[in-house]
């Protein structure tokens, strides 16, 4: 009796959660976006690399300091741009500032244009086993814009490292992070490239934890999509409080 009645409370827990997810989704999906490169000169224009969301007032935009780190053929008249909507049809937006935290793997892109938004946590880190949600656009070149959910649990509250190949891969800043490592979440849910950026939210109110930013690669980066690990890493939301502190 009292494993069948153990069975029902989980069965009913599990179903809450699902409830509650399906009713945060209308109102986080608004306010996801995806980060592209666009070239006027280039066959397609546009080149979809990860994804981001807006944040409080509506016009700066939260990603990853790698989905934008690299530098752009001016030349050519490359930019970076944010793309809101969805489907075959998005808005495209000019980014007019950029400030970063190379150091977090933060970026926060400002646009004229301001978005519906997401509520983010406060800055303390969240207890393991939490229930999460993150939405965004998984192989984005592939899949195109629209938007998918993935849920799992906050799995361990552990130091990031970033390992190097050789020793020459050691440069300065590998060091001081291998040094004074920060603390990151891993994620018991799978996130795919162009995940990089996307919002992590409590299931349970939808506010903002963390920001997808990398993902555990078992033995080939060509293995991420057939034989994903399942794990998944995010940077814990109180490096962005800092980063939006920036003038």
Known sequence: MQKILLFISMLYSCTLQAADLVSLLPQVKPAVVAIGIYNPTAAPRLKLIGSGFAVPPGNRIATNFHVVEKTLNSSQNESYVVLSGNGPQPTMHRIQQTVSSREHDLALLTIAEKLPFLTLADSELIAEGTEIAFTGYPITGVLGLYPATHR?????????????D????????????????????QLDATAYPGNSGSAVYRQSDGKVVAIINMVLVKSSREAVLSDPSGISFAIPVTHLHQLLQKP
């Open 166 to 185: 050789h020793s020459t891969a050691l440069n300065p800043r590998t060091l001081r992070q291998l040094q004074q490592p920060f603390m990151v979440y």
């Open 152 to 164: 799992g649990i906050i799995s361990a509250v552990t130091p990031i490292a970033i390992p190097a």
